[in-house]
């Protein structure tokens, strides 16, 4: 049963609870929290441009955490956070001592874009391997504990070490397999 999103969708958001004051801070905050300089300007720069326009890209303006499925092309209806019943379900249905693997996080996001009645769209597929990746999840084996892949999702720092870069997201997108 889908129910309403928290406020700040986003897990790692929810984690890194940025500046909103200025892009700059935003990326900064994002920085601090795992993820590479150049994807965090990157992120906050075209979130804000797709979110609120050319003029407050310019204006240095961060994006509005609590309007992100607001974002054309970003948005999507199958969040994680939307489901936490399923997600909890599922995630305990396929663990193995302790573990579910990259492939199974994917699964999961399947069951919830059906569950939703959306598409996946390549927004879903980068947040399953944004969690992954956060949840300080094994990128040689492909698995990550349960237990920080629902920490993460409840908006717990789980894996301070993980550092969230286009190589890694790379990686773990590579790394997964879709049914759709």
Request: with cysteine.
């Amino acid at each position: 049963m889908r129910q309403q999103p928290p406020i700040v969708a986003c897990p790692f958001l929810r984690v890194a609870k940025p500046d909103t004051t200025s892009a700059g801070a935003f990326a900064r905050d994002c920085r601090r929290h795992g993820m590479g300089r150049w994807m965090a300007h990157f992120v906050t720069r075209q979130i804000t441009l797709k979110q609120q326009g050319f003029i407050a890209a310019v204006l240095n303006r961060a994006p509005d955490i609590e309007r992100l499925d607001e974002v054309p092309g970003v948005s999507h209806l199958d969040l994680y956070t939307a489901f936490p019943t399923e997600v909890r379900n599922q995630l305990t249905d396929r663990e193995v001592d302790g573990m579910v693997h990259l492939d199974d996080l994917a699964a999961i996001k399947e069951s919830i874009a059906e569950i939703a009645g959306v598409d996946i769209i390549d927004s879903s597929r980068i947040e399953t391997a944004l969690l992954f990746v956060m949840a300080g999840g094994d990128l040689d084996n492909g698995t990550v504990a349960t237990a920080d892949v629902l920490r993460l999702l409840e908006g717990e720092a789980v894996a301070p070490e993980a550092t969230v870069t286009t190589a890694k997201l790379g990686r773990a997108r590579k790394a997964t397999t879709w049914t759709g």
